[in-house]
């Protein structure tokens, strides 16, 4: 079964930029899923940030992040990535990304579809 992970948290301060990382198992290839990145902030419902279709050629973002979260994807590397800029504390939580369901199914932010969900990267945006 596929099965990704987060890398890439840490504490950063406000303003300041961070590259998480979402990568397969090994022996999977992520370059027909679609993929999305999620947060979960302390106290707080779970939070779709960004989606990327699987050719890369499309993706959309929740609207805390637009303007400052970049979406993207390296299919030879199997990896996907969200670089992150111009950090708030609000940005602070638990980071994951998760694989739709199947091969060709949408990422929705809404995480309905979503099957395949890593154990998450801490963020923490802090002076």
């Known amino acids: 079964q596929l099965q990704v992970a987060e890398s890439g948290g840490g504490l950063v301060q406000p303003g300041g930029s961070l590259r998480l990382s979402c990568a397969a198992s090994a022996g999977f290839t992520l370059d027909y899923y679609a993929i999305g990145w999620f947060r979960q902030a302390p106290g707080k419902e779970r939070e779709g940030v960004s989606c990327?279709?699987?050719?890369?050629?499309?993706?959309f973002y929740g609207d805390s992040v637009k303007g400052r979260f970049a979406i993207s994807r390296d299919n030879a590397k199997n990896t996907v990535y969200l670089q992150m800029n111009s950090l708030k504390p609000e940005d602070t939580g638990v980071y994951y990304c998760?694989?739709?369901?199947?091969?060709?199914?949408?990422?929705?932010?809404?995480?309905?579809?979503?099957?395949?969900w890593g154990k998450g990267t801490l963020v923490t945006v802090s002076s």
């Open positions: 998760a694989a739709a369901s199947r091969i060709g199914a949408p990422c929705r932010l809404s995480g309905v579809g979503m099957d395949y």
């Open positions: 990327i279709s699987s050719s890369g050629g499309r993706s």
